[in-house]
Every structure is written in C-alpha cells, then in structure tokens.
C-alpha cells in the first residue's frame, strides 16, 4: 500500500463534541489514515490536538476550496463539496439522507448499501466505530436498552416508552430526559415501574451501559443510513432489537439481534435475542465494523481512482 497525502475536509468543528456521531467518525478516520502510515490535512473549522495533524483553518465553502493543498494526493469531503469538476481527485461522503438527488455530487460516497441505494449511487464504505471506546461485557443485566436523542421523533422512545409499560419491561433511556417527551409523545408511560432516565451520558459511562443491557431496542421510524449505537452495542456484547428500516438489516442478522415491526412481533424478537451471544455478536462487528475496516474501505477506493478506476461509473 503506497503512502498517501489525504485532506479531510469537514465542514463541522472538531474535535467532536459529546454527542457528535459524524464528527467522531471524521476524527477516527483521520487517526487511522495518520497510524496507517499517510499524511493528513485537515480543512475545518476548529482541530483536534492530534500529532502529526497538519491544520488549516477554514470558516466556509469557499475558504475551504481555497485552502486546500495542491500536493495532495486526494480530498475527503465531510461537507462543503464543490459543485463542479474540481482539479484534484476527491470523494464526498454523504453522512445523512437527502431528500434531493440532484444536489449530489457525482462521486458521492454513501455510508451501507441501502443508503447508496436510495440515494442512486454505486459506491458505499461502512462506518466504523473505535473499539477501545467500548467494553465488551458477557455477564447482562435484566433491562432494555434505548440509546438515541429522545427528543427526535425519528428515534422512537415513544414507541419504546409503549413497548416497556404493555410488557412491564425494565428499561433505561439514555439520550435526553422525561421532558424531552413533551414534544415526541410518551410522557404518561414514562411514568411505568422500571422506566429509568440516564440522561445524555459519554465516555466509559456510555460504554457501560451498553454493556450491561439484556439488549438495545431500536424502534427507529426512518430511514437509517448507518447507525453507530448498533455497532457500539454490538461490540459490548449486547444484541439489537430494531425496526428493520434502512440500513439495520445489513447491519444485525439473526446471529446478533432480532428485527420487528409492530409491537405483537417484539415479542418473538426479545424470545429471539436470548440465543444471540455476547461473543457472537462483538465477533459480528470487530470483523465488520471497526474504524480501521472503514479506513481501509476508504483508501482502497482512494487507490483505484489514483490508478485510474472510475468506481462512481
């Protein structure tokens, strides 16, 4: 593998702040670029303090396009991509959904199969999560995991919430608070025996409590591209229930976890996980699902378009 000189351009400050999902990735991806031997330069607004990071300051698009070294070999783009031909090679990575294709670029990198599948593109690179971040425990307790921004209708605590009072279910919702619930529905069930709110928690205080949930439930209501907290609970060991929409059923076979779509088929799914093991499932994603696997993915597609492959044809 030829040594690369790769800028990531990232239109959002870094380092990440405490919930940042996309800018914990861009920050992964840029050490696994450094510990694999390349160069790095960094276009964005704020840096990380990371040695042997080369920074270079850029408030917007435009600073950005200008700021960009002419001797590198390729350009990231996490955001402000340009809209035309650009004169050095580049890639951008589309993190969410958009719901107009015309303004992707032709070379758009999507984030799972689903997702380049509906957004009409070929090229797809799995995220990856940074498995020092995350404890692998065997030994659960006896609640339920939810792991998402309560207040985002999208995530599902309601449905949660619902599924946790009619099967008098013990569970634990990190990602905001009962108030929260003023807004995306739930507040009456929140109030069941066993309902425990943690609040938004980070670091080994998050890994802790994906590994001593019996299961995270997902009860997503769109179209996931990714979804780290699967993978995070995947390598503790702990198994998913989700609504299969979206990227979730590339991401947990049978072996890891259990899908459902309404709350008579949770049922099957929760008597479903209690054979998936904690082994099977960090197996599942240590083999997939690390942040160097999403490096790697990115410079083997940096090297075929460096040797001449158009991959976005």
Known sequence: ?????????????????????????????????????????????????????????????????LAIPRDVDIVHFHGWAPDTDFDLPWIYTLHGNCDDLSVLPRNTVCISADHADRHQKKVFVYNGIDPSEVVYQERKQDHLLFFSLIRMKAKGADSALRIARKYHLPMVFCGGSRLDLIKVGGLMDSFSPGIRFAGKVVGMEKAQYFANAKALLFPIRWPEPFGLVLIESLMSGTPVIAKPLGSVPELIPPEVGALFTDDDSFLQALDHIRGCSPRACRDWAMSRFTTSECASGYVALFERMLNGEDPFC
Request: proline residues 6%; hydrophobic residues 40%.
């Open 1 to 65: 593998m030829s040594r690369l000189r790769i800028c990531v351009v990232s239109s959002s400050p870094l380092p990440a702040k405490r919930h940042q999902g996309t800018e914990r990735l861009i920050q992964w991806l840029i050490m696994e670029y450094l510990e694999s031997g390349h160069s790095v330069v960094l276009v964005s607004p704020g840096f990380p303090e990371i040695e042997k990071l080369c920074c270079i300051h850029a408030q917007n698009r435009e600073q950005a396009l």
